[in-house]
């Protein structure tokens, strides 16, 4: 059984960091493309992240450039999304997913797990 386990959520001020963790059971990162996910209420689900299975390239959206990384331990089996500079916008419940394909998606229905999630609220 696959289960991806989020966690780091959680309520800070516009500036602050935050990392999220999202410990894999059942699947190994590194044979898996790894993506964080966001959705804000009454919003669909956005692309924020991804990590090649090779973790030789990783791919972010452009509103999150140069202010969140995404990294992977797999010893530990587990990624990471380290946020930097947070603003009120990233304001959402983060997933944790796993994508199958030679290629990395930004599409949330190419990826085959999924985790329950972790809100993050960045107050200004």
């Known amino acids: 059984q696959v289960q991806l386990a989020e966690s780091g959520g959680g309520l800070v001020q516009a500036g602050e960091s935050l990392r999220l963790s999202c410990v894999a059971s059942?699947?190994?990162?590194?044979?898996?493309?790894m993506g964080w996910f966001r959705q804000a209420p009454g919003l669909e689900r956005d692309f924020v992240a991804a990590i090649h299975w090779s973790a030789a390239t990783s791919y972010y959206t452009t509103s999150v450039k140069g202010r969140f990384t995404i990294s992977r331990d797999k010893a530990k089996n587990t990624v990471y999304l380290q946020m930097n500079s947070l603003k009120p916008e990233d304001t959402a419940v983060y997933y944790c997913a796993a994508d199958s394909s030679d290629y990395v998606n930004e599409t949330p229905s190419k990826y085959n797990y999924w985790g329950q999630g972790t809100q993050v609220t960045v107050s200004s």
């Open positions: 059942g699947i190994s990162v590194g044979n898996y493309n």
